[in-house]
């Protein structure tokens, strides 16, 4: 497939007429589903595309795991505070506490906090390297690769992962991608995706590179805003495609698994943020003033 230009939006009757089963589980479908989330873009402003039938327990069961995922897609590593990724990810902390307690709390915890100087250009900024690796961190943004997997799947092969299928991902936030990674995982990935409607795309904030057959495996390497990236092999034939592997922290799920893949978590108390950042895939950095 090639890069996605001028799709008309779809209703949500047309949405739901195309399938009867849940893409996540398989369940009777009652509600349309965005894969990638609207939240995910600036301002809400999202390209139509890759919109999709869902039950109820996968569609509002797994919405705090979008909301990870949007919040942390906007840490970028050399953001200003005034940046609008910043503004956006400190205005979603309300919601954040609210759907997905005690994330914040894990996050920002002093025990995972770093003050560090780096060198930037020639300029020594005061960070905070923030180490991202609690469970409920890992625990969201594991349900939303795993979405993720499965929407991109039923997008190529026009069809849901099977019951038997399976699909295995793992993410990186910003500098945690090395870039030859990147280019070995891009040279076995011909195919360019986004969202595109009409002049309005969703570059800078939804890319993909994939490899398909349009039948039985999807693999691809994900980026959102250059800062959350999600690579993953999803297929109806696991054993065919020696699925899982070993790696250090991927996460194998089956349709109708997600759902049961959300922290079970209790309220948290109000925190204040200090500020929101990047860094690699085990750590963020939050900008702070120049030293």
């Not at 990638?36 to 919109?51: H, L, N, Q, V």
């Not at 906007?74 to 902390?93: C, H, M, P, S, T």
Request: a positive charge.
């Amino acid at each position: 497939m090639s890069q996605k230009l001028g799709k008309r939006s779809r209703s949500r009757a047309e949405v739901m007429s195309r399938d009867g089963e849940c893409i996540y589980c398989g369940q009777p479908t009652t509600h349309q589903e965005h894969m990638p989330p609207i939240g995910m873009f600036r301002k809400r402003d999202r390209a139509s595309g890759m919109e999709f039938a869902t039950c109820a327990a996968c569609n509002n069961g797994t919405s705090a795991a979008d909301l990870v995922a949007s919040f942390m897609a906007r840490i970028d590593a050399n953001g200003a505070l005034g940046d609008w990724r910043f503004q956006e990810a400190f205005a979603q902390r309300n919601m954040l506490m609210e759907l997905a307690p005690g994330f914040l709390a894990e996050l920002l915890s002093p025990a995972r906090v770093e003050p560090v100087l780096l060198n930037t250009n020639g300029v020594l900024t005061r960070q905070a390297m923030i180490k991202a690796d609690g469970p409920l961190t890992k625990a969201y943004l594991d349900v939303f690769s795993a979405k993720l997997g499965m929407a991109l799947y039923r997008e190529h092969t026009d069809s849901r992962l099977p019951d038997h299928g399976g699909v295995q991902a793992w993410w990186y936030l910003n500098f945690g991608l090395a870039i030859k990674d990147v280019e070995q995982m891009l040279s076995i990935m011909p195919l360019a995706g986004r969202l595109a409607q009409g002049r309005k795309t969703s570059d800078g904030q939804f890319n993909y590179r994939c490899n398909t057959d349009n039948k039985s495996i999807v693999v691809a390497l994900v980026s959102f805003h250059d800062n959350l990236h999600v690579s993953f092999a999803a297929t109806s034939d696991p054993q065919f495609y020696n699925l899982p592997f070993e790696h250090p922290r991927a996460r194998f799920t089956k349709p109708g698994q997600i759902a049961g893949m959300m922290p079970k978590v209790t309220p948290s108390q109000l925190i204040m943020l200090p500020g929101l950042g990047g860094a690699p895939y085990t750590s963020l950095r939050i900008p702070a003033r120049r030293a």
